[in-house]
């Protein structure tokens, strides 16, 4: 089995990515790299390279749908979700994950504007991913444990396995204190905190987002295969000499 490579895009600036290679999907990703995403290019040779996008960018959300049929299911959920946005759904990327207990299906919803952007990001550093997953779901999970990840004055939180949410630290008080208490019995035992990113050089702040654990255990995420091969295509004849 190849190993992976992890990417994390930044918020805002492509020039400050991390990443590390992951041998054994049962164990920590090994040494953490940050810099330029074209720097990350010659660690993604041989590897199955998965990318943490910012959550900031993808709303997850679950719905129900009576029907088994995968292909019923993908032309379903847009429509059942689409009062939910104010952009028409044709520009919307909609990712379908796996069924909870009580039969709901995980979704995960992205503009095509965006996603377009973060792969032709990629392919100019030649970067070929075949996963994106939102970057909080790359924090630990454990039933009735939300994990919390602070840096550089924004938090990401993990309540669920396929939901969590980002704020910033000067909000997360009052945001954490009314979503526990709203949560009722079902809410957290415990909140297990990461803090890291008091200086830019500090390796743990760039590796706090790295996959601990296999793809199965993000219960979400969004393949990319498709969306790189028409995005592939503009970003090879725009780029090719």
Known sequence: MPETLIIRLNDSAVDKVCWARQVDATEQAAETF???????????????????????????????????????IAA??????????????????????????????????VSREKMDSW???????????????????????REKVWSLLIEEGACRVRTATWAGFAVDADNLPLLLTG????????????ISLIECGRGEEDSASQGAMILPASLASLG????????????????RSRWSP
């Open 34 to 72: 940050s810099g330029p995403l074209a720097d990350a290019a010659p660690a993604a040779l041989g590897c199955r390279v998965v990318v943490l996008v910012p959550c900031t960018e993808i709303l997850t959300t679950s719905t129900s749908v009576p029907s088994r049929n995968l292909q019923k």
């Open 76 to 109: 379903a959920v847009p429509n059942l979700l689409e009062e939910q946005f104010a952009t028409n759904i044709d520009e919307l990327h909609f990712a379908m994950g796996r069924r909870n207990e009580d039969g709901q299906i995980a979704v995960a919803v």
């Open 179 to 190: 979503m526990v208490d709203e949560s009722g019995e079902s809410g957290p035992e415990q």
């Open 220 to 235: 979400l995420y969004i393949k990319v295969r498709s969306e790189e091969r028409r995005v592939g295509k503009e970003c």
């Open 119 to 141: 792969l032709k990001q990629l392919h100019r550093a030649g970067i070929w991913p075949e996963v994106m997953v939102p970057d909080y779901l790359a924090l630990p999970f």
